[in-house]
């Protein structure tokens, strides 16, 4: 398998490192690149093609949401990850909006950012645990949980999947932690948010953080 190439933009040299150091030894994760400021970034993306760019919002020259902007346009199958101190929504929502795939607070445990990494990957949204509640907007319209079934009407099974999910991990990893196959996984999880009305990961994390699922994430 492939390992999953990303470019890392920060423009403290320390926390490039401790990046870098934390993800070296990552057998499926590979640095093609990195910038301490806005235009080295994009420039290192254009030439590198990674399928994933860690960025964060306060870079000279050019932003980290302006720079969110610009990769989605040019580089449209580049996925972003933002990784910053800013937990406001001011912050949040226009990166989203922007274009990045996930959204990580510098101060959360190491190994969320690994996780992170390969749950946008597989092309997934991965939200900080710490920031979903605050930054995902109440239920309304089509995409709002349709009310025909609770979580007292799912299975253990697809209710551990669906917990999973929200906390971030792939179906991947799902499926070696319960020791099934992936179609299982994927079966349990189509199952559970057809019961609950549920139609994307957002919907999925936003369910999780009403369960309280998010609020002690998993560090087997």
């Known amino acids: 398998m492939k390992p999953i190439r990303i470019t890392l933009a920060d423009d403290h040299p320390l926390v490039l490192a401790g990046m870098k150091a934390l993800l070296e030894p990552v057998k499926d994760i590979s640095i093609v690149g990195e910038a301490t400021d806005g235009q080295n970034a994009i420039d290192i993306i254009g030439k590198e093609r990674p399928d994933i760019a860690i960025l964060d919002i306060s870079l000279p020259i050019i932003g980290g949401i302006e720079l969110a902007q610009r990769i989605a346009v040019d580089f449209p199958n580049v996925r972003l990850l933002a990784l910053t101190v800013h937990e406001d929504r001011a912050y949040v929502q226009p990166m989203m909006r922007a274009g990045a795939r996930g959204y ?18 597989e092309g ?6 710490a920031i979903a509640e605050k930054i995902l907007p109440t239920p309304s319209g089509d995409h709002a949980p349709s009310g025909k079934a609770s979580h007292l009407d ?10 999973f999910i929200a906390q971030g991990f792939s179906n991947k990893e799902i499926a070696n932690r319960l020791d099934v196959s992936i179609k299982t996984v994927e079966t349990h999880k189509s199952r559970g948010i057809e019961k609950l009305g549920l139609y994307t990961r957002a919907d999925i994390v936003r369910y999780g953080v009403s369960q309280g699922w998010l609020d002690h994430i998993s560090k087997e």
Request: aromatic share 2%; glycine share 2%.
């Open 104 to 121: 990580l607070l510098k101060r959360s445990a190491a190994d969320e950012l690994v996780r992170a990494i390969r749950a946008v990957a």
């Open 154 to 163: 799912l299975t253990p099974r697809e209710a551990e999947v669906l917990r």
């Open 124 to 129: 997934g949204v991965y939200l900080d645990p």
